[in-house]
């Protein structure tokens, strides 16, 4: 069991890293691909983080969300971009730059907001719970800082990996029914975001979620 | 047999232009040429030595000052960085704190020296310089304090002094992170490609080289030969993070001399394989580079 914090520490600091990598590329096919890999970093989570690492149920945990998150999502957002036509976040709210250094705060923040968790949750390992917060904070700021709505989505299921890892290390027992129900519903909100950005996008010509200001009822 | 005591800045001193001669080679090699002589850099310098200077009317002693005082503040810092396996000349606590404001006091020269020329064009190039530099800098801050945070030392010589094979097993992300971003900080310090190319004579897109257009003589000897130490001393940094020292001290002399051609070969290959990022997205990649830096220190925390 000795390799199991530091493969922790890998998967912790690659997470992180892909973080910044969608914080400061304009490319949106470069940030699906990076989703891709934290979603299935992070699916693997749940076997290391338990002791009874190997249990079947554990396993289909982790087998699920690969499959959903490294290759499901990923090639229905792509299928989503070559439709639409669109390749990059030309204008966010807030600069690339601006992103990764708010991204460096949400970093210290969420480190501080571990600190004060951990003693409640003292047998989840502490790398995944700073892991958990941080991956909620850079999702919404992903949610609320683009225009595009292909990057929005992205935003969403960055916050989704956090709570699956939260949920992870700190319910022990969770039933396999709830933990395959929440990666349904993810699974459904992801088809229905989807068909909205294609109308979005033959609407406007663009997925530009600031143009919808424009319609009236 | 321990290596004397001056060996670090002693083979900075007279190994630093060879490095940029590899580098140059290795771009020649890439593009198909043959290449200048390894040994041109030390040519070149040699040459603008015995030349005399002129300096422009309008300018006063601080264009003279620049360069001279850039030179110094270098091989000042010379003495404090640590060669694997001869250590540092010098050592005191919180020597990489100086280390960092050498290199700013060198800049601020620098920049003072083009800023006096007059030339908006080296207003220009001294404005972006120092916007990279305020970037840039933060970045090697918290790479070294990194390091001083993994190894519990608070000065270069205990510091790399004390990276070994075992704390590459217990920290090899933040080892590896810090080891990315001086790389990057290699460049970006020397305004390489793709930050910055130094054989361009562009005016508009230069950045350091348009400094230094009002330079001459031995001036131009002096800012050549900086460039060259600047190079060493970033090189120094990232080479000395490979564990060398546990293979003995006249072994890891000769693989560190080893992994500074190699990294020169490599800077070689990156300039040849990448185009210069346009004058917007530099500042992305130096900001990378900070994140990594501080990627690297909250893995630590945690």
């Given at each position: 069991?000795?390799?199991?914090?530091?493969?922790?520490?890998?998967?912790?600091?690659?997470?992180?890293?892909?973080?910044?990598?969608?914080?400061?590329?304009?490319?949106?096919?470069?940030?699906?691909?990076?989703?891709?890999?934290?979603?299935?970093?992070?699916?693997?989570?749940?076997?290391?983080?338990?002791?009874?690492?190997?249990?079947?149920?554990?396993?289909l945990l982790a087998g699920a969300n690969i499959c959903l998150k490294g290759v499901i999502f990923p090639a229905v957002l792509l299928h989503l971009?070559?439709?639409?036509?669109?390749?990059?976040?030309?204008?966010?709210?807030?600069?690339?730059?601006?992103?990764?250094?708010?991204?460096?705060?949400?970093?210290?923040?969420?480190?501080a907001l571990a600190r004060e968790l951990h003693p409640a949750l003292s047998h989840a390992p502490f790398v995944m719970l700073q892991a958990a917060?941080?991956?909620?904070?850079?999702?919404?700021?992903?949610?609320?800082?683009?225009?595009?709505?292909?990057?929005?989505?992205?935003?969403?299921?960055?916050?989704?990996?956090?709570?699956?890892?939260?949920?992870?290390?700190?319910?022990?027992?969770?039933?396999?029914?709830?933990?395959?129900?929440?990666?349904?519903?993810?699974?459904?909100?992801?088809?229905?975001?989807?068909?909205?950005?294609?109308?979005?996008?033959?609407?406007?010509?663009?997925?530009?979620?600031?143009?919808?200001?424009?319609?009236?009822? | 047999?321990?290596?004397?005591?001056?060996?670090?800045?002693?083979?900075?001193?007279?190994?630093?232009?060879?490095?940029?001669?590899?580098?140059?080679?290795?771009?020649?090699?890439?593009?198909?040429?043959?290449?200048?002589?390894?040994?041109?850099?030390?040519?070149?310098?040699?040459?603008?030595?015995?030349?005399?200077?002129?300096?422009?009317?309008?300018?006063?002693?601080?264009?003279?000052?620049?360069?001279?005082?850039?030179?110094?503040?270098?091989?000042?810092?010379?003495?404090?960085?640590?060669?694997?396996?001869?250590?540092?000349?010098?050592?005191?606590?919180?020597?990489?704190?100086?280390?960092?404001?050498?290199?700013?006091?060198?800049?601020?020269?620098?920049?003072?020296?083009?800023?006096?020329?007059?030339?908006?064009?080296?207003?220009?190039?001294?404005?972006?310089?120092?916007?990279?530099?305020?970037?840039?800098?933060?970045?090697?801050?918290?790479?070294?304090?990194?390091?001083?945070?993994?190894?519990?030392?608070?000065?270069?010589?205990?510091?790399?002094?004390?990276?070994?094979?075992?704390?590459?097993?217990?920290?090899?992300?933040?080892?590896?992170?810090?080891?990315?971003?001086?790389?990057?900080?290699?460049?970006?310090?020397?305004?390489?490609?793709?930050?910055?190319?130094?054989?361009?004579?562009?005016?508009?897109?230069?950045?350091?080289?348009?400094?230094?257009?009002?330079?001459?003589?031995?001036?131009?000897?002096?800012?050549?030969?900086?460039?060259?130490?600047?190079?060493?001393?970033?090189?120094?940094?990232?080479?000395?993070?490979?564990?060398?020292?546990?293979?003995?001290?006249?072994?890891?002399?000769?693989?560190?001399?080893?992994?500074?051609?190699?990294?020169?070969?490599?800077?070689?290959?990156?300039?040849?394989?990448?185009?210069?990022?346009?004058?917007?997205?530099?500042?992305?990649?130096?900001?990378?580079?900070?994140?990594?830096?501080?990627?690297?220190?909250?893995?630590?925390?945690?």
């Amino acid at each position: 069991m000795s390799a199991m914090p530091a493969l922790l520490a890998l998967i912790h600091a690659v997470g992180l890293l892909t973080c910044f990598a969608l914080l400061g590329t304009s490319r949106i096919g470069a940030c699906i691909r990076f989703l891709s890999v934290q979603g299935m970093l992070f699916s693997l989570v749940p076997i290391i983080a338990h002791d009874d690492g190997f249990t079947l149920r554990v396993l289909l945990l982790a087998g699920a969300n690969i499959c959903l998150k490294g290759v499901i999502f990923p090639a229905v957002l792509l299928h989503l971009r070559a439709r639409a036509g669109f390749h990059r976040e030309v204008e966010p709210f807030v600069g690339f730059v601006a992103s990764i250094l708010f991204g460096i705060a949400a970093l210290v923040v969420s480190l501080a907001l571990a600190r004060e968790l951990h003693p409640a949750l003292s047998h989840a390992p502490f790398v995944m719970l700073q892991a958990a917060i941080f991956l909620i904070a850079i999702g919404l700021f992903l949610i609320v800082s683009r225009r595009n709505a292909l990057i929005q989505i992205v935003g969403y299921l960055v916050i989704e990996n956090g709570i699956f890892v939260l949920g992870a290390i700190t319910v022990v027992e969770t039933p396999l029914l709830v933990e395959l129900g929440i990666l349904l519903d993810a699974f459904v909100a992801v088809f229905v975001m989807g068909i909205a950005v294609f109308h979005i996008s033959r609407e406007f010509g663009m997925a530009d979620v600031d143009r919808l200001n424009t319609l009236r009822g | 047999m321990t290596p004397p005591h001056l060996f670090a800045p002693v083979s900075a001193l007279l190994l630093a232009p060879l490095f940029v001669g590899v580098i140059n080679r290795t771009k020649a090699f890439v593009a198909g040429r043959r290449g200048p002589p390894l040994a041109q850099p030390y040519r070149d310098v040699w040459k603008l030595l015995q030349r005399g200077a002129v300096y422009g009317e309008i300018t006063t002693p601080l264009v003279r000052l620049g360069p001279v005082l850039n030179l110094a503040t270098l091989i000042t810092a010379l003495l404090v960085v640590p060669f694997p396996g001869a250590g540092a000349a010098v050592s005191f606590t919180g020597d990489l704190i100086v280390l960092v404001g050498l290199f700013a006091l060198g800049r601020f020269a620098t920049v003072l020296a083009a800023l006096d020329t007059g030339s908006s064009f080296e207003g220009m190039g001294a404005s972006r310089e120092m916007h990279f530099a305020a970037l840039a800098e933060p970045a090697l801050l918290i790479a070294l304090a990194t390091l001083a945070r993994i190894t519990g030392a608070t000065d270069l010589g205990s510091i790399y002094g004390a990276i070994t094979t075992a704390s590459w097993v217990h920290d090899a992300a933040a080892l590896a992170l810090v080891g990315v971003s001086f790389l990057v900080l290699e460049l970006v310090e020397n305004s390489r490609i793709p930050v910055d190319d130094p054989t361009t004579h562009l005016e508009l897109t230069m950045i350091h080289e348009v400094m230094v257009l009002d330079h001459g003589g031995p001036d131009l000897g002096f800012i050549q030969y900086g460039v060259a130490l600047k190079l060493w001393i970033v090189g120094i940094l990232l080479v000395g993070i490979i564990p060398l020292y546990g293979v003995g001290a006249e072994f890891a002399l000769g693989a560190a001399l080893l992994g500074m051609a190699a990294l020169a070969v490599a800077i070689g290959m990156i300039e040849s394989a990448m185009a210069r990022y346009r004058l917007v997205t530099v500042p992305q990649f130096i900001v990378g580079a900070a994140t990594l830096s501080a990627v690297a220190f909250m893995v630590l925390l945690v």
